[in-house]
């Protein structure tokens, strides 16, 4: 019997009418708000036009790129730091871990902000040398601790708290036979971590902190408690109090955050879909568009879980 | 010449809950050590003492004569240090129910990890070792793939391979087909049967009676946290004395 290809079901779908009544129903109101937009004269377009690439403007772009960026690098320093001690052996170091934990994530980022712009007048003078002994070097905190150290530190310090959990988490989401195995092998607790932990641990890890850096970007805008006053939201404000137009100026800088989150966006996407994100460890790996063979491969294992809380039974 | 293992009294405590009740167990060099018993009764628990990825609570663990994860000195019991049981570990393999094999690596780099990273072999040396335990195993034609994309059957004998590789003198598998579909069981055992061939001392838990029956030197039969009878496979397995064992052979026989 030859073999022959089945006829294939060409059914028509179902008509489903809500899709058109909200479409309508969101055009409408989309039409109203973009003309409202456009035609009130109160949103000063034309000074928005003149002010988005004002070389002020720019640069704060590049003040808030910058703190965006080294607040991250510190954050993600710290967390691995404190995640890795929180969940070491040493009573010690697991208190000091919780300690910074507990007080970074239980106090306004604005008030650390104060604190650290104040830094300088609490401790003028800074120095090392061997405790309640003679100082080697000693230095003006205020030559030290800049404005922009200050914010980075602040912005840096208080995401490292909350970023060690997360990093936390991926780290205990990866099966406990994976550490046997490497025990087992007579490796170190340090080569295991990173040679097989934090490889796996990874997936869990880095997608959240994609999220954390574009909250990070608008977060940068309150370093004014500092106060520095180079960044995106201070300038913008700034120039527009300066002329008593200070809403075409939040314009302007709404605009450059929601260009630069776009962009992060699609950083984020792609980072997913390398992680494979949204794909199911008990189904078969599939490709994800941009995922590696590698994450493939971690996924179809299921050594990884996606939530955190779930035990493992080996 | 000391035994391969020896358990002096070993007792094992989670909390409120005894799961080894007093264990005396002797297996010599070359010997194969086949530990049969229902489920719950202590013998994953036994072989993970062996390793000391669980530590005893009362009684002595000596692996080639050495005393595992404890010194003595001065009468005086002291934990050994991370290193130092890490040390004692990589002389002994280990063969888990759920292969464990490192998802992230192909099936070479997981065999060359240890090696690599433990022993502080080169790159070359490293490698190549690694290809000749993929070939004792059958896999050499898979060394490049990563372990989703081998069978069950071949992800475990990717794991004993790895576990080869740091030239252990004595391997320890745990339930090493209980996670397979049944016809990929036969490929796992003739890899395990080739190993004891070769003289190599392993101890296997298992609820493979006809494994034990033809490749066992010493059956040891376990339930709620004791041996009850051990022996060569033809004693107890076949012609048991205490009712206990009877009853359990009469079930899965």
Redesign the interface.
Known sequence: MAESTPELIHARPVFRPSVWIWAAIVLVLAAMFVHGLVTNPNYHWEIVWEYLFDPRVVSAVGWTLILTVAAMCLGILMAVTMAIMRMGTNPVLRAVSWAYIWFFRGTPIYTQLVFWGLVGVLYQRLSIGIPFGPEFFSFNTYDLITPAVAAILGLGLNEGAYLAEIVRGGLQSVDKGQWEAANALGMKRSTTLRRIVIPQAMRVIVPPTGNETISMLKTTSLVLAVPFSLELTFVSNAIGNKMFQPLPLLLVAAIYYLAITSILMIFQTRIEAYYGKGFDGEKPAKAGRGMSKRQQSILAAGTVHDDPTLEVTP | MTAMIEAKGVHKLFGELHVLKGIDFTVERGEVAVLLGPSGSGKSTLIRCI?E?EQISAGRMYVDGELMGLREKNGRLHRLS??EI?????????V???F?????MTALANVM??PR??LRMSKGEAERDAREQLERVGLADRADH????LSGGQQQRV?IA??LA?KPELMLFDEPTSALDPELVGEVLTVMQDLAASGMTMVVVTHEVGFAREVADQVVFMDDGVIVESGPPAAVIDNPQNPRTKDFFAKVL
């Open positions: 390793n990825l991370d290193k890490a040390h004692q570990r990589s002389r002994v393999g280990m888990f129910q759920r464990n094999l490192f998802p992230h990890e240890a990273q433990v990563y372990p989703s994309q794991a790895r576990a740091m």
